[in-house]
């Protein structure tokens, strides 16, 4: 059942009106998506499960608990927060400022129409799935860069500096020969074919 679910994207729907909670969670059923829905905030962090599977979230501003917002800035403070899309019947161009500021993806005032909130929603998870390729292609690099050796991170950081392999030997007080095969290392290592896609790497996870 978790395979196939993983397959599905994942949406969370936090809106204390059980009518329009019902309502949103319906849509997006609709096209197939996998849907985690609360009534506040507070039941919302406190699903560690549905947290970890929900690509995005659909958040009223105004909560009994913990407001849409505040939510917000919460999953702020921990590093990890989910493209946001706003709805309300009360909120205000402060507060939408605010909130898009803060990364939300958009703010759509109640009543809205079903087919905008679902391209903010497509949108979102757009966003996640980019950013998600991302985290995935850093934690490849750093698990590259782990792979080097103490004087292959010294030769890869005169690399960097555009240092050609006798200058580096000089510097490095080693054979040229040896600096050749170090450098070859690195970028075998790195998976490299140019020094430019080696800058490139390391420019993305420093």
Do not use: W
């Amino acid at each position: 059942m978790d395979e196939i679910l993983a397959d599905k994207d994942c949406v969370g729907v936090v809106e204390d009106d059980g009518a329009v909670r019902k309502s949103v969670c319906l849509m997006l059923e609709t096209l197939g998506m996998e849907v985690h829905a609360y009534a506040t905030a507070r039941a919302y962090l406190n699903d560690s499960r549905g947290r970890s599977r929900c690509a995005c979230l659909v958040v009223d501003v105004r909560l009994p608990d913990i407001s849409g917002m505040e939510l917000q800035k919460q999953l702020l403070e921990q590093g990890r927060v989910p493209p946001i899309v706003f709805i309300s019947g009360h909120g205000d161009i402060p507060m939408a400022v605010e909130a898009m500021r803060n990364g939300a993806v958009d703010f759509l005032q109640k009543p809205f129409k079903e087919q905008r909130l679902l391209d903010c929603v497509q949108k979102a998870l757009a966003q996640e799935r980019d950013a998600r390729t991302a985290r995935d292609k850093r934690e490849i690099l750093v698990a590259r860069l782990a792979c080097l050796t103490p004087r292959e991170n010294e030769v890869l950081n005169r690399m960097l500096r555009g240092m050609r392999t006798k200058a580096l030997a000089t510097e490095l007080a080693i054979a040229t020969k040896t600096a050749e095969e170090h450098r070859a290392n690195v970028m075998r290592k790195m998976q490299a074919a140019t020094i430019a896609d080696l800058v490139s790497m390391c420019n993305s996870v420093r």
